[in-house]
């Protein structure tokens, strides 16, 4: 396209949208909202990106030092491990919740006698605060008191206790999480199941065709943007990750999200770093939607 035709083009979009005076009138309406959300989300991101390519500290703002936070966070063990368990858990937490979600979204989409009080019984573990439902397994997993680490230690799954080993307690926390947040991909996943027409199915079974290619041929395809959805959803706000790991391990689980409290909060000896690590965050989870948004093609799935 060459320039003249570019500027004709930018203005002829101009003239159609500020030249009809309803839609003149709909921006001005919307203009304070949005610089609202300029003044309260943009400028705290933008100042948090300065902070973290300046030595600073909580009462005064240090010298540009460039990068330098950055290279010093990625030498962090506190950060590498905060990095490590957050991935692990971000991946094997929301692979786990989409299967058995699913199957359950497949289940109770099914006309049964008591269907509905089936899908409010399966919400329940939703419905406990994070906070709450981390307290009540750490009991579980007590070493002497719980039942969860005298009944592994019995069969011999185990020989420690649970929450005295990072390993075992980043595997609780996974399970906790898909105890608590599998019902919530499972409403997602019902919600697009209910879309698709029951004509299609009939017109699947007249052709002659199985069960399994029913579910991939056509549940499968319907609901890929409902599943990209859910899965972003889940994704994001697995990624950010911090009052489970701090409540149910008692601050011993690191995470990004913790790394960045304990950094600019708790200790405030490296509050340069927790800065560069919130900006990483951001930045990181930024990518992981467009990746979702256009790598995945949910803008194409949704917008059929």
Known sequence: MSVAAEKKRRGGFLKREFGDPERRTAYYMVLPALLIILIVAFFPIMYAVVLSLTQSTVVQTGPFVGVANYVEMFQNPDFLEGLTNTVVFTVVSVALEFLIGLGIALAINQA???????????????????????????????????????????????????????????????????????????????????????????????????????????????????????????????????????AMSNRELESLSTFVYKSVRVSQLLFAQGNAASVFIFVTSFLLALFFIYGLGMQTSTEE
Do not use: C, H
């Not at 709450?132 to 997993?141: K, T, Y």
């Not at 019995?154 to 420690?160: N, P």
């Not at 926390?173 to 991909?185: C, L, R, S």
């Open 112 to 246: 049964f006698a008591g269907r509905g009080l089936v899908r409010a019984a399966i919400l329940v573990p939703w419905a406990f605060p994070t906070v709450i439902s981390a307290v009540m397994w750490r009991l579980m997993f007590q070493d002497q008191v719980g039942v969860i680490n005298y009944v592994v230690n019995t069969l011999g799954i185990i020989s420690q206790p649970i929450l005295s080993d990072r390993t075992l307690l980043l595997i609780a926390a996974i399970g906790v999480d898909v105890w608590k947040t599998t019902p919530f991909m499972a409403l997602l996943l019902l919600a697009g199941l209910q879309t698709i027409s029951s004509d299609v199915y009939e017109a699947a079974r007249v052709d002659g065709a199985n069960v399994l290619q029913r579910f991939f041929r056509i549940t499968l395809p319907l609901l890929k943007g409902t599943i990209l959805v859910a899965v972003l959803f889940r994704t994001l706000d697995s990624y950010r990750i911090f009052d489970l790991f701090w």
